[in-house]
């Protein structure tokens, strides 16, 4: 079955840039989505075909998918942006959902 | 503004069957533009995908779950629901139910879960 893989933690200073990667072999050829988890809470969608924002989701995130690599890009971190992220495929070799392992990304 | 709630057991007994509904508001599962499924996840852990249901009854389910997961939808009472058999401490984790439009691979409004833990 299709596996991706996040980086378990990324560390970014406030005001910065922070770049969240989701490996997966020829991820390019499928849709990546991103979701942002905060303790306690349900995940909540954040970018959707790769780059693209739900209402509310502040211009800062952004996303790309090119060759082996999706990347979730948030700029100008603030400390509100702490969370966990997922990212999220559909496999259609077996037309199944997969997820990522989850990045826990600290602004600090 | 479409919300899910989940509700049932919170604790199941080893072997027994995990049973949730989650009641949809603000929306219709008889529209029949979306699909309504079930995300799990253990407690300090990662997502997991475990299936969905269409308001014709069709489902679709995480293979490697087997024939232990059954999905279903009631659209007279707006909702749907998960069975889960055989459960064990494996099987602990935050429920959350969760719409995908069709045609489109994401899930845009979830519930805010519910923990059920398996457990003796």
């Known amino acids: 079955s299709y596996v991706v893989t996040q980086p378990p933690s990324v560390t970014v200073a406030p005001g910065k840039t922070a770049t969240i990667m989701c490996g997966g072999d020829n991820i390019a050829n499928k849709r990546a989505h991103w979701y942002q988890q905060k303790p306690g809470q349900a995940p909540v969608l954040v970018m959707f075909?790769?780059?693209e924002r739900p209402s509310g989701i502040p211009e800062r995130f952004s996303g790309s998918n090119s060759g082996n690599t999706a990347t979730l890009i948030i700029s100008r971190a603030e400390a509100g942006d702490e969370a966990d992220y997922y990212c999220?495929?559909?496999?259609?070799?077996?037309?199944?959902?997969?997820f990522g392992g989850g990045t826990k990304l600290t602004v600090l | 503004q479409l919300q899910l709630r989940e509700s049932g057991p919170r604790l199941v007994k080893p072997s027994e069957t995990l049973s949730l509904t989650c009641t949809v508001s603000g929306g219709s599962t008889r529209s029949g533009t979306e699909y309504w499924g079930w995300i799990r996840q253990p407690p300090g852990k990662g997502l997991e995908w475990i299936g969905s249901v269409f308001y014709t009854g069709s489902t679709h389910s995480l293979s490697s779950l087997g024939s232990r997961v059954s999905i279903s939808v009631d659209t007279s009472k707006n909702q749907f629901s998960l069975r889960l058999t055989s459960v064990t401490a494996a099987d602990t984790a935050i429920y959350y139910c969760?719409?995908?439009?069709?045609?489109?691979?994401?899930?845009?409004?979830w519930g805010q879960g519910t923990l059920v833990t398996v457990s003796s």
């Open positions: 075909n790769d780059a």
């Open positions: 969760v719409r995908r439009k069709s045609g489109r691979y994401y899930f845009d409004y």
């Open positions: 999220q495929v559909w496999d259609d070799n077996s037309d199944e959902v997969v």
